[in-house]
């Protein structure tokens, strides 16, 4: 028998070359935060607050959680790009990647500060840094002292256990522009669209639902710069003339894999079966009404995509209100083809034949809803009285939302309130605000600019207004 000659041979990675490459995976701004925010849930974090700090060149993002944390050694495997994890059914990560390469796609410089929960640990921090990595093409990161961190990171940390990332030399997010007006302005278009993507992404989380009990037990809130985030809820569940059509389960399933599908349709109300205008207007979502019909597909409860029929059929207004969840377990994960950056998902081809025809008499309660004339000839309801569904719901209990109104949490920058203030258009007032109290964050006077506005209220109230209060 003739033996063969081989021979290992290790081909390391090129760090330089392969550091750039893993910026462009095809993350959006509010995609890479959302994907911090998976893995603040995965550690059982009650609280997220995002502060985004506008500072010319300098400004910052910081997301902080008090989750578990993590020890030193823990926190040196999460920073290895394909850290070493062994994950739950219904784990919303995946790859051991997201946090570098969310935040790479972001940033230059990346700072991961812990503190793991028990008495007596000290905080770490940790750097990955792509000009140092690029630099000495090695896969390197520098251990810091806490006080490298911005205040608002290391204060976090000195009151709990948890996480801090910091995102500095914002290169992308700012627009990747010298000019501080345009960076400006990207910076601000990016934190007013981020309340309303994170209020939609996890709104489960956030109102409490039941089926994200068994992944997340306790009360769960975002907070992004000082404003509590309020659910938003695509199907408007809470609307008495909402209709909740009959779910439907889709078995999948190939050689030594398989699960299973949910969906339930909804039929929103028409916009003349709403009281208040504006609580339409808020159900339009972030795509608007059109554009916002279809599949909400979820990944573990964690929203992946939002609206659009999966390339099954074409958006059309008469089937605005239709809208549909769309369940499916991790297990499923190759079938829909998700990516690192957990972004979007492809339905499988195995259900577009079932789904279609699940999706007709949808579309057709729809286009009825739509038209007030059919919809007029349909039993009068009286108040309080729930519409009768085409089909009864096949499971009950979806969740709530605590509030629908969205009204600005007290403190914080008032008129840059996430979901649904963060709709309206920034006044250049709100925006004046947005900068004084940046500008004190950053230089420590938050309680002195405090006290010159209430003075200045009493004083010049026209000013003061002008000034975004
Ligand atoms: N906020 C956090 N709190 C505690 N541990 C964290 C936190 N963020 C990351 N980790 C740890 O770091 C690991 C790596 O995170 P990373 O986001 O890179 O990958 P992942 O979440 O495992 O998978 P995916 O690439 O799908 O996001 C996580 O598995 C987790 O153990
Ligand atoms: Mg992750």
């Known amino acids: 028998m003739k033996i063969l000659q081989q021979e290992v041979v290790q081909i390391v990675p090129n760090a330089k070359r392969l550091v750039q490459g893993y910026r462009d995976i095809g993350y959006t701004f509010n995609g890479a935060v959302a994907d911090l925010v998976d893995n603040s849930i995965a550690a059982q974090a009650t609280e997220v607050r995002i502060d985004m700090v506008w500072d010319s060149h300098h400004s910052y993002l910081v997301i902080s959680d008090n989750g578990d944390g993590m020890t030193r050694a823990q926190l040196e495997e999460a920073m290895r790009l394909g850290s070493d994890q062994d994950y739950d059914s219904d784990d919303l990560g995946k790859f051991g990647l997201g946090l570098k390469t969310a935040s790479i796609s972001q940033c230059k410089v990346l700072q991961v500060g812990s503190r793991p929960r028990g008495i007596g640990h000290a905080v770490d921090v940790l750097r990955f840094d792509i000009d140092h990595i690029e630099t000495t093409n090695n896969w390197e990161v520098i251990r810091q002292g806490t006080e490298t961190l911005p205040t608002i990171a290391s204060d976090w940390l000195a009151e ?16 990747g522009t010298n000019n ?40 769960f809130r975002i907070v992004l710069n000082g404003l509590e985030l309020d659910p938003w809820d695509p199907f408007a569940t809470w609307h008495e003339k909402t209709q909740t059509l009959t779910a439907q389960d889709f078995p ?41 019909q279809g599949f909400y597909i979820y990944r573990a409860n964690r929203m992946i995509q939002s609206g659009g029929w999966c390339g099954l059929l074409t958006p ?10 769309v369940d499916f377990p991790p297990q499923l994960d190759n079938a829909f083809g998700i990516n690192i950056a957990k972004m979007r998902v492809t339905l499988p081809a195995q259900l577009k034949d079932e789904v279609k025809a699940f999706v007709g008499p949808i579309r057709k309660a729809a286009d009825l809803a739509y038209n007030a004339k059919e919809r007029n000839k349909l039993p009068a309801l009286g108040p309080g009285s729930t519409p009768p569904p085409l089909t009864p719901p096949k499971r009950p209990g979806v969740a709530v939302p605590r509030t629908t109104s969205g009204t600005a949490q007290q403190g914080g920058l008032g008129p840059f309130a996430p979901w649904p203030v963060a ?3 920034e ?16 230089t420590g006077h938050e309680s002195a600019l405090e006290a010159i506005l209430k003075a200045l209220a009493s004083s010049d109230e026209r000013t003061a207004r002008e000034l975004g209060w």
Do not use: C
């Open 252 to 292: 999948l399933a190939g050689v030594g894999w398989g699960g299973i599908v949910e969906m339930q349709p909804y039929i929103l109300p028409a916009k003349e079966q709403f009281n208040d205008p504006k609580e339409h207007e808020l159900l339009s979502g972030p795509k608007k009404w059109n554009n916002q």
């Open 316 to 325: 059309n207004e008469h089937y605005k209100l239709a809208r549909v969840t």
């Open 160 to 175: 709990t256990h948890g996480t801090v990332i910091v995102w500095s030399n914002l290169d992308r997010l700012l627009g």
């Open 180 to 219: 501080m007006d345009k960076a400006r302005n990207a910076f601000f278009d990016h934190h007013r669209g981020l309340g309303l993507h994170l209020a939609m992404v996890f709104h489960r989380f956030l109102s409490g639902d039941e089926r994200t009990k068994h992944q997340h037990p306790a009360e």
């Open 427 to 442: 006044t250049e007032q709100s925006r004046r605000r947005f900068a004084l109290e940046t500008a004190a964050k950053v």
């Open 423 to 425: 709709t309206l258009r």
